[in-house]
């Protein structure tokens, strides 16, 4: 599989902080370009904001801060940072397309039953509409919760 650029979707949760690695290694592995992109929503839809790091209902300019933090794990591969309006699976799928990204790495909360009823699965839509492939990352349940 030839890979020039990578699609890397940034929540801003530590699900989507472990998935960073990764994407790093590959891009590096294949010399791709990683991009980095946050697809920006309505503040209800993240339940009073608790995915941004405890940041309630960030501005655009916060956003675009945030995401300007954001690097690889490896500082020589290259990287953007793009900010996004509308729903993340629909935005993120759409960004892919237009960039012809290669493909998608993304982290996963890896929600189930009520929480993944309600809060739906960024991830699964992802992986159900992409043109190109798309691999989610876990991170392993301890480290998550914080006790490794």
């Known amino acids: 599989m030839d890979v ?7 929540d801003f949760s530590h699900a989507g902080d472990a998935a960073l ?5 590959l891009a590096r592995d294949t010399g ?11 503040a209800t839809a993240y339940g009073g904001g608790e995915l941004y790091y405890g940041a309630l209902d960030p501005s655009t300019d916060e956003l675009q801060k945030m995401l300007a933090r954001i690097e690889p794990t490896d500082s020589t ?10 729903d993340p699976a629909h ?12 493909m998608i790495v ?3 909360h890896g929600r ?17 509409r992409a043109g190109c492939p798309v691999l989610t990352y876990k991170q392993p349940a ?7």
Not at 4 to 10: A, E, Q, R, T
């Open 112 to 128: 189930t039953g009520l929480s993944r009823m309600l809060m739906g699965s960024v991830a699964e839509a992802v992986v159900r």
């Open 32 to 42: 791709a370009k990683l991009v980095f992109v946050h697809a920006q929503e309505p």
């Open 4 to 10: 020039k650029k990578i699609l890397v979707p940034v």
């Open 21 to 25: 690695g990764l994407a790093t290694a």
């Open 106 to 108: 993304m982290g996963t």
């Open 91 to 102: 935005a993120i799928v759409r960004l892919a397309e237009e960039e012809s990204c290669d």
């Open 142 to 148: 301890a480290k998550s919760a914080g006790l490794v």
């Open 77 to 86: 591969v290259p990287h953007e940072h793009r900010l996004i309006s509308g």
